[in-house]
């Protein structure tokens, strides 16, 4: 069974300025799967966008007009979807 466990992997990068030290720095990146590289600042807005989706399920559950609407809305959307790949 293959490891599917992200790598963290510290990547050096160099300064753009242009002084007589350098200073380096680490950014983080993680491998999630072949040809799969994600920043950890990416993985950090993932994890806060994915957040506030669930915070508006939650709203939208709590609203039964607004949730009805859009059950319907999303039925269509999967009739439509079903009759495309029929085709």
Same mark, same amino acid.
């Given at each position: 069974?293959? $490891?599917?466990?992200?790598?963290? =992997?510290?990547?050096?990068?160099?300064?753009?300025?242009?002084?007589? %030290?350098?200073? $380096?720095?680490?950014?983080?990146?993680? #491998?999630?799967?072949?040809?799969?590289?994600?920043?950890? !600042?990416? =993985? !950090?807005? !993932? +994890?806060? @966008? @994915?957040?506030?989706? =669930?915070?508006?399920?939650?709203?939208?559950?709590? @609203?039964?007009?607004?949730?009805?609407?859009?059950?319907?809305?999303? !039925?269509?959307?999967?009739?439509?979807? %079903?009759? #495309? +790949?029929? =085709?």
């Amino acid at each position: 069974m293959p $490891n599917n466990k992200p790598v963290r =992997l510290k990547v050096k990068e160099a300064s753009k300025t242009k002084s007589k %030290s350098p200073k $380096n720095k680490s950014t983080s990146i993680v #491998v999630r799967g072949p040809g799969t590289m994600i920043s950890a !600042q990416e =993985l !950090q807005y !993932q +994890a806060e @966008d @994915d957040a506030r989706t =669930l915070m508006r399920a939650e709203e939208i559950k709590r @609203d039964a007009p607004r949730l009805r609407k859009a059950k319907a809305v999303a !039925q269509k959307k999967a009739d439509e979807a %079903s009759k #495309v +790949a029929k =085709l």
